[in-house]
């Protein structure tokens, strides 16, 4: 089952509260995806991920198809069982990382030939093939196959392209077998309007129970990031999930959602805590810094996660300096904490109909660094 | 505070059953120590280490004088605060890891002059340093500074060698300030039985609120491993707590308690943990072998800890080829929880007075593999 209902709308701007229902539970929106790649969110483990406040994580379709193999994975009972997991997952459909990670590869009419990033093997993904491989993983949310050009690309390969990614959604869409789950199609075109306008309107001809933003944030400037956002998301279905692939920086969560974006991942808070790099109400603080040697506060003195709770920067300092495997735990625990906070307070906002100023607060943080 | 008290001994071994109690509460013994060498027992949070079922851990003077520096753990309120454990703390004085760690080092009459492992620094570890260190950090027992000389030493360089590490024992007891710590004496002398009786006897004198028997492990044969364990015992007073330094095979443990031995602590169920081997009822298992790929049993079936409630060996082995650092944890939770059942089992077959029954129960299960 897939369902998607908006319970409020903000006055001044195209936020919307609302909820997604899957087999394995509700999604409040706009919702946080921690980003569980190879079936674990780094260094976490799923009760930890419950009880910050997450209802569903995003997988990869790519890596669990290399390994351990969606074949074993089904074997073994599926993705949520496999990874312990009793909430939602989406999986991203591998043709981001197929492109990104893979030397050798070339797209063809109907797939992309590539070769492992971990073992050389040669493989084919074709819009079947990746249906297949998400059904067997039997998660809630799957992602069409679909070409992310470079940025910048000129126009004419741009055109080309997300007609080939038009006719892979529809592949996409016609060979999907299960009926209890969920298939967005993903909106590309880079950063031209009409391409964007056309690569829409084409996916919602086909018919998706949801629609993605893809092929932004990877170069293109951050003007140009909101324009095609709120570009794309005006010819996108009122009364379907919209989800902004892999964008995910507070400022631009808040500022995506005043547009009208349900959904979320992003590998900022993990990666960034396993950078040692921290959010906090006050703005960025980079934990290996010398000042922190002998700091008895917690990371930020209003968070209640157990890292906050329970240990000083002090002591997380020497654990990152020690190359401690705690610290990226704890660290990624308070960082995802952030985030679900972050997406608390935009819900609760909506419903209070204080979001405006909660937007202005958060996009006033960006980037500010703790002294 | 330091007490110690027997409640029970075994009527055919010289097994006991007793309780230390520290500034920092009770523990039951004989008791086992996971090993936390700088302010972490690696990759847990204290409150899974307590939660498994852990009341004292053991760090390292050595360590954390080069990092974080005692003065710094001390300004931070002390080395319990520092990592968040309210239970009880050991320290080892860092003698052996200064003489294994230190490319150059050079024992004199009063310390050991050596260079940091870390950034080369010229440091001089006495005894009265020790104990300062060991009273900054503010731990329950502290350890004497020792010189643990190499297997296999000549008698007669160990003879010079005990007289030393007793010259240091003496200053070590005169140089303790604190009355709520307890400081045990290190017994040394190689597996030479007269040297060790002298060492012990040499202790004795000056007094100690426990011993240890330090040196063994290092090379020497299983069988001189246990005689001189024994000879020693036979020399220490039987109201004192007497530690067993470093040694810790399951099979190791339970034979060393038949001998009397109340304290143990070794890097083996953390180390095994993060090499992907594991311990089980039914012998040991190696977590990345190809036939656990599509196993959906937990890695051992009547185990209750997290990590087998809530894992199959598949995801565990998925994890560890993918180089997961949640693996680590989880692995390191499994071992840890088989050491804590160990020892309890140990302190209720004590008490029950199936002791000896219990003691060839795990000696036989010493190196067997799972097939």
Chains 1, 2 share one sequence.
């Not at 799923?46 to 089904?74: C, W």
């Not at 010398?290 to 002090?314: K, L, M, N, V, W």
Request: glycine share 8%; proline share 4%.
């Amino acid at each position: 089952m897939f369902t998607f209902e908006i319970h409020k709308k903000d006055e001044s701007t195209k936020a919307r509260l609302g909820q997604m229902t899957t087999a394995h539970g509700v999604v409040d929106t706009p919702a946080f995806m921690p980003v569980a790649t190879q079936a674990t969110v780094k260094s976490l483990s799923p009760k930890e991920i419950e009880d910050i406040g997450f209802q569903m994580v995003i997988s990869n379709a790519y890596h669990l198809y290399l390994r351990p193999g969606h074949k074993t994975v089904e074997k073994l009972g599926g993705l949520h069982k496999f990874m312990s997991w009793n909430n939602s997952i989406t999986t991203d459909s591998g043709g981001y990382q197929v492109l990104s990670l893979s030397k050798t590869r070339k797209i063809k009419d109907d797939g992309i030939l590539f070769r492992s990033h971990l073992d050389g093997s040669e493989h084919m993904f074709t819009p079947e093939k990746c249906i297949e491989i998400q059904e067997s993983l039997g998660v809630d949310i799957m992602m069409c196959l679909d070409e992310c050009p470079p940025f910048p690309s000129t126009k004419e390969y741009m055109r080309k392209s997300i007609d080939l990614t038009t006719r892979w959604a529809k592949l996409c869409r016609s060979s999907k077998k299960h009926t209890d789950n969920a298939l967005f199609g993903i909106v590309q075109g880079g950063v031209y309007k009409d391409l964007r306008v056309q690569s829409a309107n084409d996916l919602i001809d086909i018919g998706f129970e949801g629609y993605a933003v893809g092929g932004l944030g990877i170069g293109e400037d951050p003007e140009q990031t909101y324009e095609t956002t709120e570009n794309t998301l005006s010819v996108l279905p009122v009364d379907k999930p919209r989800y902004l692939m892999g964008l995910g920086k507070p400022e631009d969560i808040v500022t995506a959602v005043s547009m009208g974006v349900d959904l979320f991942d992003c590998v900022i808070p993990t990666r960034n805590a396993r950078n040692g790099t921290l959010f906090t109400s006050r703005g960025k603080l980079v934990i290996k810094n010398a000042q922190f040697a002998e700091d008895e506060r917690p990371i930020d003195e209003g968070c209640e996660c157990y890292t906050c709770r329970t240990f000083s920067r002090a002591y997380l300092r020497h654990l990152y300096i020690a190359k401690e495997t705690l610290v990226l735990r704890l660290l990624t625990i308070h960082n995802l904490y952030f985030y679900a906070e972050l997406m608390k307070g935009i819900r609760s906002s909506i419903l209070s109909g204080d979001f405006p100023n909660y937007l202005s607060r958060v996009q006033s943080l960006g980037g500010e660094k703790e002294n």
